[in-house]
C-alpha cells in the first residue's frame, strides 16, 4: 500500500491504546502525530469530561466532527476519539485522506482498563455499561477500518510493527 501524503488514523475503544501507539508510530515512520481528543482540549481550554458535563453529548458530537473536518494534514498519524465513528461524516472525511486503522481489544480487556470512567470523557449515555458501548461501537469500527490489529497480548511495539507490516506488506 503507498502511504506518501496519506495519514494513519487509529480508531478503536477507549483504553486500546490509541494515543500511545500513535505517538510511537509517527516517531517510527517520521511523521506528525495529532491526538484529536487533546486537539479539542486545547481549543477549548477544558477536559472532554467538562465539555461532555457542561454542553451534553449532542453537543460533544457535534463539536468532534467539526473538529475532525478541520484537520488538514497530510502524512501525519491521527489517533481520534473513541466516539468519532458516530460521525459517518468525520469518517469518510479521514478515509479519503489516508487508511482507517482499527486497534482491537476485547471488552474484558477494556473494561479492566478503563478504571477513570467518571473522569475519562468517555461518550456513554447515562446508565450506559462499557460492555453495550462496545457492542454499539464494534459494527462501527469495522465498517470503517481497512485494517484491523489485534492488540491482546501485544506490547506497544509489536502493534507499531505490525501495523507498519499490514500497511508497506513487508
Same mark, same amino acid.
Given at each position: 500500500m503507498e502511504l506518501k501524503d496519506k495519514n494513519i488514523?487509529?480508531? *478503536? $475503544?477507549p483504553a486500546v *491504546?490509541?494515543?500511545?501507539? *500513535?505517538?510511537?508510530? =509517527?516517531? %517510527?515512520? &517520521? /511523521?506528525?502525530?495529532v491526538d484529536t481528543d487533546v486537539y479539542m482540549q %486545547?481549543?477549548? &481550554?477544558?477536559?472532554?469530561?467538562e465539555m461532555i458535563d457542561h454542553n451534553g453529548l449532542a453537543w460533544f458530537l457535534e =463539536? @468532534? @466532527?467539526?473538529?475532525v473536518l478541520c484537520l488538514? @494534514?497530510?502524512?501525519?498519524?491521527? %489517533?481520534t476519539g473513541g466516539s468519532v465513528v458516530y460521525s459517518e461524516t468525520a469518517m469518510d472525511y479521514l478515509g479519503t485522506r489516508g487508511v482507517i486503522v482499527h486497534l482491537d481489544l476485547p471488552v474484558e480487556r477494556i473494561e479492566q482498563r478503563l478504571l477513570n470512567l467518571r473522569t475519562r470523557g468517555v461518550? $456513554? @449515555?447515562? &446508565?450506559?455499561?462499557?460492555?453495550?458501548?462496545?457492542e454499539q461501537r464494534q459494527p462501527l469500527y469495522e /465498517?470503517? %477500518?481497512?485494517? =484491523?490489529?489485534?492488540?491482546? &497480548?501485544?506490547?506497544?511495539?509489536?502493534?507499531?510493527t505490525e501495523i507498519i507490516e499490514s500497511l508497506t506488506g513487508q
Open positions: 488514523v487509529l480508531i *478503536g $475503544m *491504546g490509541k494515543s500511545t501507539v *500513535g505517538v510511537l508510530l =509517527a516517531k %517510527a515512520l &517520521g /511523521r506528525y502525530f %486545547a481549543i477549548q &481550554g477544558r477536559s472532554l469530561q =463539536a @468532534e @466532527e467539526d473538529y488538514d @494534514e497530510t502524512n501525519a498519524v491521527i %489517533a461518550v $456513554m @449515555e447515562p &446508565g450506559q455499561t462499557i460492555r453495550s458501548l462496545y /465498517r470503517y %477500518a481497512e485494517v =484491523a490489529v489485534d492488540c491482546i &497480548g501485544k506490547s506497544h511495539d509489536q502493534i507499531v
